[in-house]
T-cell receptor, first 114, second 111 residues
Framework: EAQVTQNPRYLITVTGKKLTVTCSQN?????MSWYRQDPGLGLRQIYY???????DKGDVPEGYKVSRKEKRNFPLILESPSPNQTSLYFC?????????????FGSGTRLTVV | GQSLEQPSEVTAVEGAIVQINCTYQ??????LSWYQQHDGGAPTFLSY????GLEETGRFSSFLSRSDSYGYLLLQELQMKDSASYFC????????????FGQGTELSVKP
């Protein structure tokens, strides 16, 4: 089944404790992206990657890191999480940067930082 | 900057037709997309308009007018399961193909 897999689905952590949210897609998509979703703010892009070893900042990159060492994986790293990073996170992938192919989203990771 | 505006809430009854509008301000984009999201689940891709006009997919249709910077999603024969949030989105030419979302419209379908 074609899908984007994120882990974990739920995570509660403490301020300053490094964490990684994994994302993997099995569709050989070039384009991958991370979004956070907050009430009243919609979906905002954190980072994106157009291919292996090619990443760039989205609208809200502060406090996050990403890497794209393999085409299928695009982990999101929070080096020192803070409470304002409590949010619902989605990973997404697409065959290309053009619009005619929709994004496929993962099931989401609900992160709480206390 | 680039922005998309949608109504925050729409309510309709089962069996009816509802239109969710999206107006945008963006300098260049590949086309207008629509996504559906149920209760914090994964957004799912519904439709895409690259060119002006109407695209129909079953009960759902989507429309784009680039000259008016306007689009809409039309849902016919509404069912209770259509209660969800609907997002319009564009992929910008000059920002690495970033997908920019509207704030979302929460559709409530009543019996």
């Amino acid at each position: 089944e074609a899908q984007v897999t994120q882990n974990p689905r739920y995570l509660i952590t403490v301020t300053g404790k490094k964490l990684t949210v994994t994302c993997s897609q099995n569709m050989n998509h070039e384009y991958m992206s991370w979004y956070r979703q907050d009430p009243g703010l919609g979906l905002r892009q954190i980072y994106y990657s157009m291919n292996v070893e090619v990443t760039d900042k989205g609208d809200v990159p502060e406090g996050y890191k990403v890497s794209r060492k393999e085409k299928r994986n695009f982990p999101l790293i929070l080096e020192s999480p803070s409470p304002n990073q409590t949010s619902l996170y989605f990973c997404a992938s697409s065959p290309s940067r053009a619009g005619d192919y929709g994004y496929t989203f993962g099931s989401g990771t609900r992160l709480t930082v206390v | 900057g680039q922005s998309l505006e949608q109504p925050s809430e729409v309510t309709a009854v089962e069996g009816a037709i509802v239109q969710i509008n999206c107006t945008y301000q963006t300098s260049g984009f590949y086309g207008l997309s629509w996504y559906q999201q149920h209760d914090g689940g994964a957004p799912t891709f519904l439709s895409y308009n690259a060119l002006d006009g109407l695209e129909e997919t079953g009960r759902f249709s989507s429309f784009l007018s680039r000259s008016d910077s306007y689009g809409y999603l039309l849902l016919q024969e509404l069912q209770m399961k259509d209660s969800a949030s609907y997002f319009c989105a564009v992929r910008a030419w000059n920002q690495g193909g970033k997908l920019i979302f509207g704030q979302g419209t929460e559709l409530s379908v009543k019996p």
